[in-house]
């Protein structure tokens, strides 16, 4: 069974810089996409960021790009958020997703898997 645990979160001040990490356990067999999804209470969860296995292709929304980068660790099985220059706009809670099979959508309702996600919190 996929299990995605995500770790990182926490307060920081605009400007400053957070690292998420999201650690995934189970076994996954063939092409797959991990992925970051913000969410504020009240509101959709919007996709921030994905990358394709084997492949190492990223993609961005844009009101990250420049900012945050995504990467993977393959020994660790783990995929990282580095987020810079952080906003008060970024304060949401962060999830990590794992998509089988598919690359480069950015709808929620495509994920398979699911972590439960990891509090950002980034003030004025």
């Known amino acids: 069974q996929v299990q995605l645990v995500e770790s990182g979160g926490g307060k920081v001040q605009a400007g400053g810089s957070l690292r998420l990490s999201c650690a995934l356990s189970?076994?996954?067999?063939?092409?797959?996409?991990m992925a970051w999804f913000r969410q504020v209470p009240g509101k959709e969860r919007d996709f921030v960021a994905s990358i394709r296995w084997p492949a190492s292709d990223t993609n961005y929304a844009d009101s990250v790009k420049g900012r945050f980068t995504i990467s993977r660790d393959n020994a660790k099985n783990t995929v990282d958020l580095q987020m810079n220059s952080l906003k008060p706009e970024d304060t949401a809670g962060y999830y990590c997703?794992?998509?089988?099979?598919?690359?480069?959508?950015?709808?929620?309702?495509?994920?398979?898997?699911w972590g439960q996600g990891t509090q950002v919190t980034v003030s004025s």
């Open positions: 997703a794992a998509v089988l099979g598919r690359w480069g959508t950015t709808r929620m309702s495509d994920y398979d898997y």
């Open positions: 189970g076994r996954i067999f063939g092409r797959y996409a």
